[in-house]
């Protein structure tokens, strides 16, 4: 069982940076990938990020590419989200996800954390 806590949402003004922290704990690096998901009120569930096995960047969601980046942390079992020129339709809150690695679609992951409430003015 995999368990995910996220920390670092807030708010800020558009064009600024905030960096999203999940730790996860039941997780195995090389078999369990992780990612983020984000959603909007109103507004479906989305994959912004996911990264392979062996922690390298597999996708982003087009609106975030060049912008946020996904990045990994094996010795203890941190992923990060780097979000940069952050825009208004970045509002959201935002999700740590995880699942044995096998698809990228991180919408669909099995696991979640509670979620982080980013809000960009």
């Known amino acids: 069982h995999v368990q995910l806590v996220e920390s670092g949402g807030g708010s800020v003004q558009a064009g600024g940076s905030l960096t999203l922290s999940c730790t996860a704990s039941?997780?195995?690096?090389?078999?369990?990938?992780l990612g983020w998901v984000r959603q909007a009120p109103g507004k479906e569930r989305e994959g912004v990020a996911v990264l392979s096995a062996s922690g390298d960047a597999i996708y982003y969601a087009d609106a975030v590419k060049g912008r946020f980046t996904i990045s990994q942390r094996e010795d203890d079992n941190t992923v990060y989200l780097q979000m940069n020129d952050l825009k208004v339709e970045d509002t959201a809150t935002y999700y740590c996800a995880a699942d044995i690695c096998g698809s990228w679609r991180v919408v669909d992951f099995f696991y979640r954390g509670q979620g982080t409430q980013v809000t960009v003015s």
């Open positions: 039941g997780y195995r690096y090389g078999h369990h990938c």
